[in-house]
Every structure is written in C-alpha cells, then in structure tokens.
C-alpha cells in the first residue's frame, strides 16, 4: 500500500469515527441543523444572521424545541410556552452555563444569584427577595427614591421642550442612581465620573452582548487573539476590576459605619447576615460571603439597570408610534392623578388601562428575547428526548409573547388584550412571561414594574412625546439581536401638556 493511501485510509477512518460519535452525541436530543462544525459548531452561520430569525425558521422546520452546537456547547432552544413553563418548573433546569465570562466575572465559581446555581443561588437569592421587599416597604422607600429621579427627568424634559432629543442614555441614570439608592442609600451625581464609568458598565455594554455572541460560547477568540479583538479580554478585566473596586469600597464603608440596630439599605442587611452566620457551610459564610456580597450588589446592577430603562425607551417609542394609546393613558392619569400631584405607587391599583399599556409594552418588545441562558443540572429526558446535563437551554420568551396559537393578533398593540369584558381587572396570559417563569423568574419583577410605572405616569402626565418629522421612519424592530434588546435610535419630541 501507497503511503498516500494509508494516509487517506487514515483520514477516511477518523472522519468516520467523527461522523458516528455526533450520531451518537445528538441521537436522542431533540432535532437540529446540520452544519455544526468541530469546535466552532453551528455559530459562523450565525454571524451576520439574526438568531432571532434564524430560530424562527428552524422553528418551522424542527418543531418546538431543537438543539444546535454553539462553540463548545450544546444548546437546546424551547419555543413553546407551555414547554417552557413546563421546564422552568423543574430544579434540574435551573442551572447556568459556565461561561468563561461569567466564571471570570465571579472569580472562577457560580456566586452571586445571576449566575450561581445550587445551594450559592437558593440561600442568595431568598436572602434578597426577602430584603428587597423588605426595603420596598420601608420609610425610606424605593418609591421616594423613584419619585426623586422622575423629577430630575422631568426637569431634564422641561428644559428641552421642542428640541429633538435622542433617549438613549436619557433614563440610564434615572434608573441606576434610584437602583444605586436601594443599595447603598446614596445618590450619585450625574456627572460624577464613576457614575458614568458604572453606567457605560452595566448599561452600554450589556447592549452589546450579543445572543449567540462569541463572548458566551467562544470566548477563546477573545482571549488569545488580540488581532481579532484588540485587547477585548484585557479592557473586560480591568472593567471588572473597576466595577467591583467601586463597589467593594461602598460595602468596606458601610462595614466601617455598621450600626446592628440600624440597617439603612440592601448591603446593611447583606453585611448583618454576613456578620451572623458561623456555619462553614453557608454562601454567607467568612470569604466566601464576603465575596458572595460583592456579586450579589453586582448582579442587582447587570440585571436591573439596562431592563429597565430600556423598556423605558421601548415605551416611548411606542407612545409616539400610538398617539392614540398616549392619549388615553393620559386621560386614565388626569382622572386618577390629576395634572399637579406626583404619581405614587398606590395609584397602580386604580389605573387600569394604564397597568395594560405597561403589560403590551413589556409584551411587544419581548426586551430579554430567550431569558437569560439555563443549564441542565443532570441528564434529563423531557419532551420525549434525552437532554445530558450541562446543556444551555434557552427559552423563547419573544415566541411566546408572539405565538399565533395563543394571541388573537399578537402583531397589533392592542393594551386592551389585558382587560378583561367587564373593564374591571387585569387579565393573566400564561403566554405573558417578559420575567421569564417558574423558579428562576426574574427576582426584580416588582420592583421593575413599580420603577416603571412612575417613571411612565410621571412624564405622561406632564408632556406629550411626538415624533421629530425630520428623523424619518420609525422602526419598531431591535437594534441588534443581543441579549437585551433596545429599540433602533430615534429622537423624540417633548411638548407640555398644559
Ligand atoms: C423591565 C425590567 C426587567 C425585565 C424585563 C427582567 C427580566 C428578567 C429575566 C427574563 C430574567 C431571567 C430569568 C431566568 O433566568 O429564567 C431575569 C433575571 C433576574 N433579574 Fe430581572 N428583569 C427586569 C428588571 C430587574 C430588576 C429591576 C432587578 C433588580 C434590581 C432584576 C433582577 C434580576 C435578577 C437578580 C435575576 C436573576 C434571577 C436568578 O438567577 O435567580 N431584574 N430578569
């Protein structure tokens, strides 16, 4: 035999080998496309592509759930509502990927609640639901801390009554200083340098992220390559350095002026639990709490800031998009409001077609499209398929909010959708899910909707929005297929309402 032939023999034999262990690999997960390359699998199909697309169509093709490799990972997408309720129910869904960010991010373990999972995520994230409502409720509430950054935007607007204004970056200071407060019962001002440094941070940067980005799923490229990205990993860990210097700062004063009687904010609470507990066990324990409490404040930014006043500018978009809807909001405000008191949480009760303006824009824009990635804890069978552990899974909230099987025209933006016959209460979907479902939903959610609300009623009741007609049309599409979607850039116009 010719050493060319063994050679190719050889190669013939490998490719076989390859070609039976993925047989082997994707024979009982649930269908997907052909196409997923060694090492980089299905992602350079993906890069000048919408996923959101892109998912879509293989929807059409594989059914309602399918899995594809991106770079290293198996991922398993669910574009069904009630498979994805019927998944997020389960505990061996509720963990999340090891990606090589987030686990540098978190100092090479899952801490924190965003990213941890286990007995780190469960003690974490009761501890904070628990004291954040806690919080809510107090004197020094969130809502005057809500109120007081409405009435600076308010009279950011005031001063630019007429003038085409690009919203971007307008709320983003709005919603971090009313976060900022919570935690550390401080404000921030606007200009402050760390201020801005935080809110390019948590705010520009998660706009970026995108879905099937290399960052997640291969993020080899961006540490070894400074050609490709020049000095990518370098700028993400002094920017995780600064973040969490900053931040660490804040919680080593708050340990100087510690007072066991008086708790003024989250990182007091963080810092009692701290100081109590003496089981070696507990992610509150000694170093690892320590850290625990670093991540945790961490995460409350990454998770609250850029939702949040991205679903603010989705709103305004869709108020001058729907002067209609604009109107009639603003009726329901003068009625219940009227056109001088500052708007308050207990108006929420008495406002209902505002409450379903709120629902449709969280609905429309579907601002976190596939959630925030899951992760198989163990193998599991479900939907009649195997599923190894460590899969991403990735649950099709926007699918959901669009699904032509549930919603009579989901295509229209129609807030009487929420109403029910007899004008009386809101309506629950149980395709409406914006904060994900089951055990992992968003721990904000009601701090989102009280953040909103405010902010919402506060400028409605005191200006119009219009278009600028010099800025051309509108889309109502995302900029980018990223993570957390915004709107494409517009500007607004500010009239007075009186
Ligand atoms: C419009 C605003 C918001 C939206 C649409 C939103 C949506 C979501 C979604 C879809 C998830 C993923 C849940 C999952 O993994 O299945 C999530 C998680 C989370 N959200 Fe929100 N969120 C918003 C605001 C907030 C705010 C204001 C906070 C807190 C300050 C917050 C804190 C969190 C945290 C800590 C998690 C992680 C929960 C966990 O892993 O257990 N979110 N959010």
């Known amino acids: 035999m010719e050493i060319q032939d063994i050679l190719f023999a050889s190669l013939a034999g490998l490719f076989f080998i390859y070609l039976i262990t993925k047989f082997l690999e994707f024979k009982d997960l649930p269908p997907g496309p052909w196409g997923n390359l060694p090492y980089v699998g299905y992602l350079p199909f993906l890069f000048f592509k919408s996923p959101l697309k892109v998912f879509a169509v293989f929807k059409e093709k594989y059914g309602k759930i ?59 994230r009761r501890f904070a639901i628990r004291n954040l409502r806690m919080l809510g409720l107090g004197k020094h509430s969130m809502e005057s801390s809500i109120q007081l950054e409405a009435r600076e935007l308010i009279s950011f607007f005031s001063n630019n009554i007429g003038k085409p204004i690009q919203l971007k970056n307008k709320f983003n200071a709005s919603v971090l200083n009313s976060l900022w407060y919570i935690c550390t019962g401080d404000r921030f001002e606007v200009n402050d340098p760390n201020f801005l440094f935080m809110i390019d941070m948590f705010i520009n940067n998660m706009q970026q992220l995108e879905l099937t980005g290399v960052p997640f799923f291969f993020p080899w490229i961006l540490k070894n390559t400074d050609l490709v990205v020049k000095g990518f990993w370098n700028r993400f860990l002094e920017s995780r350095d600064r973040i969490q210097g900053l931040i660490r700062k804040t919680i080593e004063e708050h340990k100087k002026t510690f007072d066991p009687e008086v708790q003024r904010d989250f990182i007091d609470l963080l810092i009692a639990q701290w100081r109590k507990t003496d089981d070696p066990e507990s992610s ?197 297929p990223t993570l957390i979607v915004a709107p494409c850039p517009f500007n607004i116009i500010i009239k007075n309402r009186t």
């Open 284 to 480: 509150f324990y000694k170093d690892e709490g320590d850290l625990n409490m670093l991540l945790v404040v961490v995460d409350l930014f990454l998770a609250g800031a850029e939702t949040t006043s991205s679903t603010l500018q989705w709103a305004m978009l869709y108020m001058i998009e729907y002067p209609e809807i604009q109107e009639k909001v603003q009726k329901e405000i003068d009625a219940v409001i009227g056109p001088n008191r500052e708007p308050c949480l207990d108006d929420r009760a008495n406002m209902l077609y505002t409450e379903a303006t709120l629902n449709e824009i969280h609905r429309f824009c579907s601002l976190v499209p596939f959630s925030v990635f899951h992760s198989t804890m163990e193998d599991v069978k479900f939907a009649g398929f195997k599923i190894p552990k460590d899969t991403v899974i990735l649950a099709n909230l926007r699918d959901a909010h669009y699904d032509k099987g549930y919603w009579v025209d989901p295509h229209n933006f129609r807030p009487e959708r929420f109403i029910d016959d007899a004008n009386q209460k809101i309506v629950k979907h149980e395709a409406f899910m914006p904060f994900s479902t089951g055990k992992r939903t968003c721990l904000g959610d009601s701090m989102a909707k009280d953040s909103l609300f405010i902010f919402f009623t506060s400028l409605l009741q005191k200006f119009r929005v219009e278009k600028d007609p010099d800025f051309g049309p509108l889309s109502l599409e995302p900029n980018a």
């Open 66 to 124: 399918f899995s594809l490799k991106l770079g290293g990972f198996r991922v398993v997408v669910i574009n069904d509502y009630k498979l994805v309720m019927e998944a997020y129910k389960e505990d061996v869904f509720m963990g999340r990927p090891a990606f090589e960010a987030q686990m540098t991010r978190n100092h090479g373990k899952k801490r924190g609640i965003l990213f941890s999972e286990g007995k780190t995520w469960q003690e974490q």
